[in-house]
């Protein structure tokens, strides 16, 4: 089948395009869980933008750490959040949240949920956990885990590495450039659909008027 259809196309001239689809911009969230500007981006930007172009446009992932430090000690590796200890316990529920949720969706609904309400964390994270199709001890006991605390170092090891280094929370990578920062977090979804267009010569559906 496949010969004379090649023929049949070579005798009618050039095939129109077939470029393969291009792949999802890849947004990476540099954040604290404890954060009122990493709130508002996810919770103002990313999350309606998410929304509005969905997986074909936008690859989200989080990267829950921000400027955390790690120190060795006698008993192994000791982390300082910005926003002190609340934070850390937060940054490893992010941490399991974002291992163990299976689709993207779930995962940033998941991280947007834990966002919305940071000051009542305990009291709202059962319900986000639960809503991403988790089991709430299950994600707790991780979070107060070695399992977790690998994944924070990872995390950290992935924030420090970081060019230029991070010096404001939330920071923001599109396919691996800090360029145009201040437009992602002022106007995300602006700034996506300007970009997918500029990529693919197509609007997004979702970028028409809000
Ligand atoms: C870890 O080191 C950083 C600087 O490298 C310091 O600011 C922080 O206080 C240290 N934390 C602990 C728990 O010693
Ligand atoms: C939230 O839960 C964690 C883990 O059980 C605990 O370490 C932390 O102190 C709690 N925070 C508040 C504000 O109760």
């Given at each position: 089948?496949?010969?004379?259809?090649?023929?049949?196309?070579?005798?009618?001239?050039?095939?129109?395009?077939?470029?393969?689809?291009?792949?999802?911009?890849?947004v990476?969230v540099?954040?604290?869980?404890?954060?009122?500007?990493?709130?508002?981006?996810v919770?103002?930007?990313l999350a309606?933008a998410w929304r509005?172009?969905?997986a074909?446009?936008l690859a989200p992932s989080f990267?829950?750490?921000?400027?955390?430090?790690?120190?060795?000690?006698?008993?192994?590796?000791?982390?300082?959040?910005?926003?002190?200890?609340?934070?850390?316990?937060?940054?490893?529920?992010?941490?399991?949240v974002i291992?163990?949720t299976?689709t993207t969706d779930a995962r940033l609904e998941a991280v947007t949920c834990?966002?919305?309400?940071?000051?009542?964390?305990?009291?709202?994270?059962?319900?986000?956990?639960?809503?991403a199709?988790?089991?709430?001890?299950?994600?707790?006991?991780?979070?107060?885990?070695?399992?977790?605390?690998?994944?924070?170092?990872?995390?950290?090891?992935?924030?420090?590495?970081?060019?230029?280094?991070?010096?404001?929370?939330?920071?923001?990578?599109?396919?691996?450039?800090?360029?145009?920062?201040?437009?992602?977090?002022?106007?995300?979804?602006?700034?996506?659909?300007?970009?997918?267009?500029?990529?693919?010569?197509?609007?997004?559906?979702?970028?028409?008027?809000?």
């Amino acid at each position: 089948m496949l010969l004379p259809l090649a023929i049949l196309l070579a005798t009618v001239g050039p095939a129109p395009a077939q470029t393969p689809p291009a792949p999802p911009l890849d947004v990476v969230v540099y954040y604290e869980a404890l954060c009122p500007d990493s709130r508002h981006f996810v919770v103002e930007q990313l999350a309606p933008a998410w929304r509005r172009v969905g997986a074909a446009v936008l690859a989200p992932s989080f990267v829950p750490w921000g400027k955390a430090t790690a120190n060795a000690t006698d008993a192994g590796p000791s982390v300082t959040c910005q926003h002190g200890p609340e934070e850390c316990w937060g940054n490893r529920l992010h941490a399991c949240v974002i291992y163990d949720t299976r689709t993207t969706d779930a995962r940033l609904e998941a991280v947007t949920c834990l966002m919305a309400d940071y000051e009542t964390l305990n009291a709202t994270a059962p319900g986000c956990v639960r809503a991403a199709g988790l089991d709430w001890e299950t994600v707790s006991r991780c979070a107060v885990s070695d399992v977790s605390l690998e994944k924070e170092l990872e995390f950290g090891r992935r924030t420090q590495a970081l060019q230029p280094p991070l010096t404001s929370v939330p920071t923001i990578t599109l396919d691996g450039s800090q360029d145009g920062q201040a437009a992602m977090l002022a106007d995300l979804l602006f700034y996506v659909c300007e970009t997918w267009a500029r990529k693919t010569g197509h609007t997004p559906e979702g970028c028409g008027p809000r």
